[in-house]
């Protein structure tokens, strides 16, 4: 049998068949090159879905799996057994050297897949998924079983939608749910600065998004409609909101603002109505749309921070689009990367800018909005087949960072020429702020080979995590680093890296300091003279800008908002970046 979320890229490519104090040595111009790479799995289906890293550099890593795991990539044992017949979930903890430290196992008579991972305000692990049946979300001694809603119609696949928030060391502290009696899933998940967490997805049927006692049941205009879910840190409902037409509609990913406004993306059929309140904004599918009951198009969606309708667009053409990767940059401008074929329109104003593809298959979108919605440049890729991008990350410099799939040769662009190596390959690229590509590499195996999902840290570090199967040469440059699966699929986290991290990811800078940290607000920075001149940002974590001023002074007073900041001070010569959290 086949689960639902071992088909969970098959979503992403959105139906297109075609330590609370760490000093961080910043080198980013530096390219990265490899540092180590390593695997776990057994015989059946086992993938990494998503991952974070935290200030010491530890690689956290969630997904599913089936029979027995040994999650301990080195010499040592530490097996996992999933509980039932289908597929658990997991997460697995290694050091900034790919070291085991520890893996934890959710699972039960049922079945349940880990999709998406964060941290808390206070350095907690915040998980998102979906399950079926019975399953304990308690991955210690304890037990805390929840229990999905039964089927409304028992001949289709249904599942819920849990949160989960874990100590930094794996231990229980709460488990939510939220779902019906039809198909409810999770696509991405997020943690504001306060702690506030954000889910997105869809849900069939009705479903009571309010996992506390009391319900906030929405129902599906469609076979399926998009959610948007807020609740507080505590797991508590806030609110949801629900979008959709008379065919499907999906949130595959969203992004947060520096004022706290929803950037999201995803995809419809039909006409759908985007504004959540009693009022109507629709969104019409695009008029040359002949791809049939496969033809989508991609919608971009703001909301403000308690959800109500900013403004949408869509883009849309010939054939079919997809969307599954969104960034927010420092001015708040919005970038979203996913594919498409035929010829399409990437403006979603008045005006229209046309891109399109060459021959069969399809091509990998980039795309630059304003934070009101307005295009500011379109590029493609070349044409290949079965492309797909899971993830975009926008760098504090301004740079944008892209990785995905692709089946075939791929000129991703003028220079970059990518080989295919097996039935599907993965690829990371970098493009300056003008969406011209600077970078782009691609590594694989002959069988098939998935990238999930990658966290870059301003250090210059790719954390990177999927799904691999056969034999893959993880070094995406001139050297060879293979790894062998055990089974059909097995889980695998890459890291690289600058060389000049290669020995240290850390070192202490102490011509500076900030005090007190973590800080209830009213945060110190000192600056010796040597450092007058050099200009200090200020960041959240997600990379907004805060405050950004030139040190004339040893001494610098500030009032933050609760959340996790980035403090960089870089001059001509070098750069230094430290974390501060504001409880």
Not at 212 to 228: E, H, V, W
Not at 366 to 390: E, H, M
Not at 512 to 529: C, I, K, M, Q, R
């Amino acid at each position: 049998m086949v689960y639902i979320w071992e088909n969970r890229q098959l979503m992403k490519k959105s139906l297109l068949c075609l330590s609370l104090l760490a000093s961080i040595c910043v080198f980013a111009q530096d390219d990265p090159i490899f540092h180590w790479a390593k695997s776990v799995g057994a015989v059946g289906f086992d993938s990494a879905y998503d991952l974070i890293s935290d200030a010491s550099g530890n690689v956290y890593t969630v997904g599913s799996f089936n029979a027995t795991v040994d999650f301990d990539p080195g010499s040592g044992t530490s097996n996992l057994t999933q509980a039932g017949s289908a597929p658990d979930g997991f997460i697995q903890k290694l050091d900034s050297q790919g070291n085991f430290v520890w893996a934890k196992r959710i699972g039960g008579n049922g079945g349940n897949g880990v999709f998406e991972i964060d941290f808390a305000a206070n350095g907690d692990l915040i998980l998102a998924g979906s399950f079926f049946g019975t399953v304990d979300f308690d991955p210690n001694a304890g037990t805390f079983n929840m229990t999905s809603i039964p089927l409304a119609n028992p001949t289709f696949s249904s599942t819920d939608v849990f949160v989960v928030r874990l100590t930094a060391d794996g231990n229980f502290v709460w488990a939510k749910k939220v779902g019906g009696n039809d198909y409810d899933e999770v696509m991405d998940m997020k943690v504001d600065a306060n702690g506030a967490i954000f889910v997105s997805g869809f849900f069939q049927g009705t479903c009571d998004f309010d996992p506390g006692t009391s319900n906030f049941a929405l129902t599906s205009s469609g076979p399926r409609d998009a959610y948007m879910l807020k609740l507080d840190p505590d797991g508590n409902f806030i609110w949801a909101k629900r979008f959709g037409g008379a065919s499907e509609t999906r949130i595959n990913a969203f992004d947060l603002d520096s004022q706290g406004n929803i950037l999201a993306t995803g995809n419809f059929f039909g006409a759908i109505d985007v504004d959540p309140s009693a009022a109507t904004v629709t969104l019409q599918p695009s008029p040359g749309d002949n791809f049939g009951q496969f033809s989508q198009d991609v919608l971009l969606l703001k909301l403000n921070p308690s959800g109500d309708y900013v403004w949408a667009g869509k883009i849309g053409g010939t054939m079919s689009e997809g969307c599954s990767a969104i960034g927010i940059g420092a001015d708040d401008s919005v970038f979203i990367s996913g594919i498409f074929a035929g010829n399409s329109d990437m403006d979603p104003g008045s005006g229209q800018t046309i891109l399109a593809t060459n021959g069969n298959g399809g091509a990998v979108f980039l795309i630059k909005y304003n934070s009101s919605g307005q295009l500011q440049w379109a590029k493609q890729t070349g044409t290949v087949f079965s492309p797909s991008v899971n993830n975009l990350q926008v760098t504090v410099s301004g740079k944008i960072l892209t990785g995905g799939n692709y089946n075939g040769n791929f000129a991703f662009a003028t220079g970059f020429d990518l080989p295919t190596i097996g039935n599907e390959d993965m690829f990371i690229a970098r493009f300056d702020q003008s969406g011209t590509p600077e970078w782009v590499q691609s590594f694989g195996g002959s069988g098939e080979d998935v990238l999930q999902a990658f966290e870059y840290r301003e250090s210059g570090i790719w954390n990177i995590a999927g799904s691999f199967n056969a034999t893959v040469d993880f070094d995406p440059f001139s050297s060879v680093q293979n790894l062998t699966s055990n089974g059909g699929h097995d889980i695998f986290t890459l890291k690289l890296a600058p060389e000049s991290l290669k020995t240290s990811d850390f070192s202490t800078n102490e011509s500076w300091s900030v005090y007190p940290n973590p800080s209830s607000g009213n945060v110190n920075l000192h600056f010796d003279e040597v450092l007058f001149g050099s200009k200090v940002g200020i960041y959240t974590i997600l990379g907004q800008t805060i405050a950004e001023f030139q040190i004339g002074q040893t001494e610098k007073n500030l009032n933050l908002k609760p959340g996790n900041y980035l403090i960089k001070i870089e001059n001509q010569s070098t750069s230094n970046t430290k974390k501060l959290i504001v409880l």
